[in-house]
T-cell receptor, first 114, second 111 residues
Framework: DADVTQTPRNRITKTGKRIMLECSQTKGHDRMYWYRQDPGLGLRLIYYSFDVKDINKGEISDGYSVSRQAQAKFSLSLESAIPNQTALYFC?????????????FGPGTRLTVL | KNEVEQSPQNLTAQEGEFITINCSYSVGISALHWLQQHPGGGIVSLFMLSSGKKKHGRLIATINIQEKHSSLHITASHPRDSAVYICAVRYPGGGADGLTFGKGTHLIIQP
């Protein structure tokens, strides 16, 4: 079974709709991240969380919000989706107890906003 | 803004060739990661380097801290190595806010 899962894997929606992308992990990691990937661009950080009570904005947080419901769950919401939010979204986790800060990625959610 | 540059952007080679992908960064870092993204989209971590060299199977990663440069080598390349290879760096004090990523190198190995 995958250690980091994302739902849904694919989603097509319309402009103005509210969308939630969910991420769950069984790795026991305390840190979780949301990234988006666009063609020709590198992965960019949207939000990150150290633990349940800690939420931080990343490079491109405008238009997004997050919720860390439990250590294992980190959700990303688009309150009113717009076409330029069409992208591949990745959740990732890391363990602050290790020196490497290696990140483990979910399989990605492909979101299309029409 | 701290930049991570990868070269080449695209690389097509024949099976068996020795492959080199380069990554340069602009300021001092605490660690550098090499990631692999397969056509299905999933991303896996290959290496984390802070100095020297690491080897795993046919993959070798090196880093030169003074020159702010890292290379990923693939020996005896195979079509299953076809993927996007991504370099990502962590800046000192940046352990909490994730990685800064290069745009990736799209590698195709032809049989």
């Amino acid at each position: 079974d995958a250690d980091v899962t994302q739902t849904p894997r694919n989603r097509i929606t319309k402009t103005g709709k509210r969308i939630m992308l969910e991420c769950s992990q069984t790795k026991g990691h305390d840190r979780m991240y949301w990234y988006r990937q666009d063609p020709g661009l590198g992965l960019r950080l949207i939000y990150y969380s150290f633990d349940v009570k800690d939420i931080n904005k990343g490079e491109i947080s405008d238009g997004y919000s997050v919720s860390r419901q439990a250590q294992a769950k980190f959700s990303l919401s688009l309150e009113s989706a717009i076409p330029n939010q069409t992208a591949l979204y990745f959740c990732a986790t890391s363990d602050s107890g290790t020196s490497s800060y290696e990140q483990f990625f979910g399989p990605g959610t492909r979101l299309t906003v029409l | 803004k701290n930049e991570v540059e990868q070269s080449p952007q695209n690389l097509t080679a024949q099976e068996g060739e020795f492959i080199t992908i380069n990554c340069s960064y602009s300021v001092g870092i605490s660690a550098l990661h090499w990631l692999q993204q397969h056509p299905g989209g999933g991303i896996v971590s290959l290496f984390m380097l802070s100095s020297g060299k690491k080897k795993h199977g046919r993959l070798i990663a090196t880093i030169n801290i003074q020159e702010k440069h890292s290379s990923l080598h693939i020996t005896a390349s195979h079509p299953r190595d076809s993927a996007v290879y991504i370099c990502a760096v962590r800046y000192p004090g940046g352990g909490a806010d994730g990685l800064t990523f290069g745009k990736g190198t799209h590698l195709i190995i032809q049989p």
